[in-house]
């Protein structure tokens, strides 16, 4: 069974950081895309940012410019660097390996609560 925790929410201020972190149970290597996901609340789950396989990050525009997201694979780690937060920002934020046919790594996990307030 893949863990995958997700850690570093927390309660902030409009404008200001937060810091992700997805560490894993045991090693992905680059073969494997990993992405960050979130869900407010009454909406469904969005995808926020992937990580490629050969390194390449694609965000969603409501992020973009403001998100970055990076891997390191000696760690088993995936971090989401969030600057300039805003209230719609506020939701659960999940990791997980997105299969290329289809479906995930695992199911999704405990998540990491980020509120961001005026």
């Known amino acids: 069974q893949v863990q995958l925790v997700e850690s570093g929410g927390g309660l902030v201020q409009s404008g200001e950081s937060l810091r992700l972190s997805c560490t894993a149970s045991i090693h992905i290597d680059n073969s494997y895309a990993m992405g960050w996901y979130r869900q407010a609340p009454g909406k469904q789950l969005e995808v926020i940012a992937i990580?490629?396989?050969?390194?390449?990050?694609t965000y969603v525009d409501s992020v973009r410019g403001r998100f970055t997201i990076s891997r390191d694979t000696v760690n088993n780690t995936m971090t989401l660097q969030m600057t300039e937060l805003k209230v719609e920002d506020t939701a659960v934020y999940y990791c997980?390996?997105?299969?290329?046919?289809?479906?995930?790594?695992?199911?999704w996990g405990q998540g990491t609560q980020v509120t961001v307030s005026s």
């Open positions: 990580i490629a396989d050969d390194g390449h990050a």
């Open positions: 997980n390996v997105p299969l290329r046919g289809g479906g995930y790594l695992r199911p």
